[in-house]
């Protein structure tokens, strides 16, 4: 299919960016890796593209109060090959090779994948579980959302559509801090049936503080209060296994092509007991 006829307009600042956003029926144009396969699938027919990749300064990684600091044309794969992201929120770096493939990875942006909120997307993912703060802007004026609060469901988020991320703050990882992640994937890069990602202090071995989000299986992305009985003990493979039992049955898996909720629940058991030991390795 072809995408239906639209108008672009290419604005030379934010400002005219947000302008445009709150008198059109406007979609942003960025990396435009998912919304040209929704035009191209007529699942969208915006009567605007607001092409903001000319607008200068949107690409930055900077280091700001704390937090490191993407704009919204940050490409995943400066992303992947940043020192400052590998040093400072590692769990991205660990990530970002999981991303889709490189051709789309060149192009695709880190803001725009969170934005659109793809229940298999492991940017929205990494966010959740890093309590990542999003900054949505208008012509009006901006606020900030937390990235646990900001996915609804498939597709679906706390963003107006006169509303543009124009910032993602990403926490500082804190000292003796482990991540882990794991998906199920046909290939690599390819949609994930299952998926999770982790955090945790660990001192001397034993864990002081956890979070661990799930993926793919769920509407959007879920904390997994189960994982909090690690805390105060030693990662073994029988409390992996016991936590991991726990975090699979609470989750509510929706069926799909890739396989029934059961199918599903039974790759997430299998899978939060890997993630779990992997923060112990």
């Known amino acids: 299919?072809?995408?239906?006829?639209?108008?672009?307009?290419?604005?030379?600042?934010?400002?005219?960016a947000l302008a445009l956003l709150a008198t059109e029926d406007a979609r942003i144009l960025a990396?435009?890796?998912?919304?040209?396969a929704a035009l191209n699938l007529r699942l969208d027919a915006p009567a605007l593209l607001v092409d903001i990749n000319g607008i200068p300064g949107l690409d930055r990684i900077t280091l700001e109060d704390g937090h490191l600091v993407f704009g919204p044309l940050v490409r995943h794969r400066a992303v992947l090959e940043s020192?400052?992201?590998?040093?400072?929120?590692?769990?991205?770096?660990?990530?970002?090779?999981?991303?889709?493939?490189?051709?789309?990875?060149?192009?695709?942006?880190?803001?725009?994948?969170?934005?659109?909120?793809?229940?298999?997307?492991?940017?929205?993912?990494?966010?959740?579980?890093?309590?990542?703060?999003?900054?949505?802007?208008?012509?009006?004026?901006?606020?900030?959302?937390?990235?646990?609060?900001?996915?609804?469901?498939?597709?679906d988020t706390l963003r107006a559509p006169e509303e543009m991320l124009v910032a993602i703050r990403w926490p500082r990882a804190r000292a003796n801090e482990h991540f882990a992640f794991g998906e199920v994937t046909r290939r690599r890069g390819d949609f994930a049936s299952a998926g999770f990602v982790a955090?945790?202090?660990?001192?001397?071995?034993?864990?002081?503080?956890?979070?661990?989000?799930?993926?793919a299986s769920e509407p959007a992305p879920v904390l997994c209060p189960a994982a909090e009985g690690a805390i105060g003990q030693r990662l073994t493979p029988l409390l992996a296994a016991d936590l991991a039992g726990a975090i699979a049955a609470d989750l509510d898996p929706m069926p799909s092509l890739a396989g029934s909720a059961e199918q599903k629940r039974a790759q997430a058991r299998a899978l939060a007991r890997r993630v779990l030991m992997d923060l112990a390795a």
């Open 83 to 155: 020192p400052l992201v590998a040093r400072e929120v590692p769990v991205l770096a660990q990530v970002m090779p999981h991303v889709a493939h490189p051709a789309i990875r060149n192009r695709g942006t880190t803001a725009g994948s969170i934005a659109y909120a793809d229940p298999a997307g492991e940017m929205p993912a990494v966010a959740h579980l890093m309590g990542a703060e999003l900054v949505l802007a208008t012509a009006s004026g901006e606020r900030v959302v937390s990235a646990r609060d900001f996915f609804l469901g498939i597709y």
């Open 1 to 16: 299919m072809k995408a239906p006829r639209t108008e672009i307009a290419r604005p030379a600042t934010l400002a005219e």
């Open 199 to 215: 955090r945790a202090v660990i001192e001397a071995g034993v864990v002081r503080g956890i979070a661990l989000t799930a993926f």
């Open 31 to 36: 990396g435009g890796q998912s919304l040209g």
